[in-house]
């Protein structure tokens, strides 16, 4: 199987190549060329598998140019050496008959992404090797909290790569802030900039993309690359979790096989619920994909409307990691429902980049509304779901998780659809503490994150993790800071490079 283009279907290379380039020059996104099917027998087979089995099986659809063997070791290198606090990598709480929270961030930063950079640092140093270059990978990454800290996590002493984070000096909450000036590892660097966070991201782009600085690392046996969410060796990962919770439901006797469940998924980059939506290409009974929004609700509308119209108020909320207006992966998605138009594809986004909006055509708003339900919580609504899920049920959710919550009440009451449905929980609630409280109903004043921290604990009972409390013991090593215009220079100083 190989990988082609959103933008140039002409274009097929290996998902070796795919995930070594990340992007496609053309400004496109790589897709399987051909959607592999996973049978009723192989699903079923899943119910007694671990979840490194379960993700052995799935790779082996995607990655055909890898060996079994260099699977096994990527897959057991990321899920079975102890970086998740639970042995099953995932876990599925049931709150009530049909209402599955599938908890994704037992990982080492406590968030949803590490279940895709635990694995991508293997997939991506395998890559390498298979495609015959000897260089060593620099990955840059301009971080608004949650990716650079969860990325370093991933790449820290990963043989044959280095790792360099940027974040605006101002622009993370203190916890994010604390997990990265405290990174440890032989390889990775943070830095903060005196600026915010499109001016980190604009930084990153630019070196990357400058013909004298690739030149110039070259000459030092290094190469860049990107652990960026358009990467396809970011979503892979992520198709496992959907194919593992169908397998559990059936396995706990939660459901039967071959019964249709619908999935909930809060929504920024629309990574996650594309992960979802192959899920379901591949054959688990998947009805619905709602999609859930906060007040940046872009989404909403368009999966409505078929108006894609990024000219609006930007909103700063309480589920930052959801504060997008540009939602990347959503170009892999049309691709798919245009039957793979590249020209069509080519045109969507240039009238994106050069009006900030477009529509798609009146087939494919029919297909969307047909797969996909959109809603979308306020800051409100937001906080009265923490609080009400803890009410009815003892249970604690984060900010992201309770977007997703509230959309799937929403949902519920609107249509009367009584499927299992699995929502997916993003982040942990200790990771957004403040709101967490707030929403609770405590309004103390708190020292700091751990002073919240165990308050949180003395009202959820749930566990800090402890990679989070951890941190009250660890000292700061990265404490400088650059202008944006010295960015480059951080990048050749990290990697022992004279200018
Ligand atoms: C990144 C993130 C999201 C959004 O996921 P996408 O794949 O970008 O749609 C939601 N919640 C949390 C906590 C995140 O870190």
Same mark, same amino acid.
């Given at each position: 199987m190989?990988?082609?283009?959103?933008? !140039?279907?002409?274009?097929?290379?290996?998902?070796?190549?795919?995930?070594?380039?990340?992007?496609?020059k053309?400004?496109?996104?790589?897709?399987?060329t051909?959607?592999?099917?996973?049978?009723?027998e192989?699903?079923?087979?899943m119910?007694d598998?671990s979840?490194? #089995? /379960?993700?052995?099986?799935?790779?082996?659809?995607?990655?055909?140019?890898?060996t079994?063997?260099?699977?096994?070791?990527?897959?057991?290198?990321?899920?079975?050496?102890?970086?998740?606090?639970t042995e099953?990598?995932?876990?599925?709480?049931?709150? %009530?008959?049909?209402?599955h929270?599938?908890?994704?961030?037992?990982?080492?930063?406590?968030?949803?992404?590490?279940?895709?950079?635990?694995?991508?640092?293997?997939l991506?140093?395998t890559? *390498?090797?298979?495609?015959?270059?000897? %260089?060593?990978?620099?990955?840059?990454?301009?971080?608004?909290?949650?990716?650079?800290?969860?990325?370093?996590?991933?790449?820290?002493?990963?043989?044959?790569?280095? $790792?360099l984070?940027?974040?605006?000096?101002?622009?993370?909450?203190?916890?994010?802030?604390?997990?990265?000036?405290?990174?440890?590892?032989? !390889?990775?660097?943070?830095?903060?900039?005196?600026?915010?966070? +499109?001016?980190?991201?604009?930084?990153?782009?630019?070196?990357?993309?400058?013909? #004298?600085?690739?030149?110039?690392?070259?000459?030092?046996?290094?190469?860049?690359?990107?652990?960026?969410?358009?990467?396809?060796?970011r979503?892979?990962?992520?198709?496992?979790?959907?194919?593992s919770?169908?397998?559990?439901?059936?396995? +706990?006797?939660k459901?039967?096989?071959?019964?249709?469940i619908?999935?909930? *998924?809060?929504?920024?980059?629309?990574?996650?619920?594309?992960?979802?939506?192959?899920?379901?290409?591949?054959?688990?009974?998947?009805?619905?994909?709602?999609?859930?929004?906060?007040?940046?609700?872009?989404l909403?509308?368009?999966? /409505?409307?078929?108006?894609?119209?990024r !000219?609006r108020k930007?909103?700063?909320? $309480?589920?930052?990691?959801?504060?997008?207006?540009?939602?990347?992966?959503? #170009? /892999?998605l049309?691709?798919?429902l245009?039957?793979?138009?590249?020209?069509y594809?080519?045109?969507?986004?240039?009238?994106?980049?050069?009006?900030?909006?477009?529509?798609?055509? #009146?087939?494919?708003?029919?297909?969307?509304?047909?797969?996909f339900?959109?809603?979308?919580?306020?800051?409100?609504?937001?906080?009265?779901?923490?609080?009400e899920?803890?009410?009815?049920?003892?249970?604690?959710?984060?900010?992201?998780?309770?977007?997703?919550?509230?959309?799937? !009440?929403?949902?519920?009451?609107?249509?009367?659809?009584t499927?299992?449905?699995?929502?997916?929980?993003?982040?942990?609630?200790?990771?957004?503490?403040?709101?967490?409280?707030?929403?609770?109903?405590?309004?103390?004043s708190?020292?700091?994150?751990f002073?919240?921290?165990e308050?949180?604990?003395?009202?959820s009972?749930?566990?800090v993790?402890?990679?989070?409390?951890?941190?009250?013991?660890?000292?700061?090593?990265?404490?400088?800071s650059?202008?944006?215009?010295?960015?480059?220079?951080?990048?050749?100083?990290?990697?022992?490079?004279? /200018?």
């Open positions: 190989n990988y082609q283009s959103t933008r !140039n279907k002409a274009l097929k290379i290996s998902s070796a190549e795919a995930i070594v380039s990340g992007i496609s053309d400004g496109g996104l790589f897709v399987p051909e959607m592999p099917k996973l049978s009723p192989e699903i079923k087979a119910g598998m979840y490194t #089995e /379960r993700a052995e099986v799935v790779f082996g659809k995607f990655l055909t140019d890898f079994e063997s260099e699977i096994k070791s990527c897959v057991e290198s990321a899920y079975s050496h102890g970086s998740f606090d099953n990598v995932m876990e599925l709480k049931t709150l %009530k008959p049909g209402e929270i599938l908890e994704l961030w037992h990982g080492p930063t406590c968030a949803f992404k590490d279940m895709a950079l635990q694995i991508l640092p293997h991506l140093t890559s *390498v090797k298979k495609t015959g270059t000897d %260089k060593k990978v620099c990955i840059l990454v301009a971080t608004s909290g949650d990716t650079g800290k969860a990325a370093l996590e991933g790449f820290k002493d990963a043989p044959g790569t280095g $790792i984070v940027f974040y605006p000096e101002n622009g993370v909450s203190a916890m994010q802030k604390l997990q990265m000036i405290t990174q440890e590892g032989s !390889n990775v660097g943070v830095c903060a900039i005196k600026g915010n966070f +499109d001016d980190a991201q604009t930084g990153v782009k630019k070196i990357f993309t400058d013909p #004298e600085v690739a030149a110039k690392l070259s000459e030092n046996g290094i190469m860049f690359s990107s652990a960026n969410s358009i990467n396809w060796g979503l892979a990962p992520q198709i496992v979790y959907y194919v919770s169908y397998a559990q439901l059936v396995k +706990d006797g459901i039967a096989f071959g019964d249709m619908n999935v909930c *998924v809060p929504t920024g980059n629309f990574g996650n619920i594309l992960a979802a939506y192959y899920a379901k290409l591949m054959g688990i009974p998947i009805g619905k994909l709602i999609c859930a929004s906060n007040s940046n609700n872009v909403t509308d368009f999966l /409505r409307t078929g108006v894609y119209d !000219n930007f909103y700063t909320t $309480i589920s930052p990691s959801m504060d997008i207006l540009i939602s990347s992966n959503l #170009e /892999r049309l691709y798919h245009s039957g793979c138009d590249d020209k594809i080519s045109k969507l986004y240039k009238d994106l980049a050069e009006t900030g909006r477009f529509e798609v055509s #009146e087939a494919i708003k029919a297909i969307l509304q047909d797969i339900y959109a809603d979308f919580c306020t800051e409100d609504e937001t906080k009265a779901t923490i609080s899920t803890y009410e009815k049920y003892g249970y604690t959710i984060d900010t992201h998780t309770a977007v997703a919550v509230g959309v799937y !009440n929403k949902y519920a009451a609107e249509t009367g659809d499927k299992d449905c699995v929502i997916a929980s993003t982040a942990s609630p200790y990771k957004f503490p403040a709101a967490v409280l707030e929403s609770l109903g405590d309004k103390s708190y020292a700091d994150e002073e919240m921290a308050a949180l604990n003395k009202k009972g749930m566990a993790p402890k990679a989070l409390s951890d941190l009250k013991s660890k000292k700061p090593r990265f404490t400088g650059v202008e944006k215009t010295e960015m480059l220079g951080a990048v050749y100083s990290m990697l022992g490079i004279n /200018r």
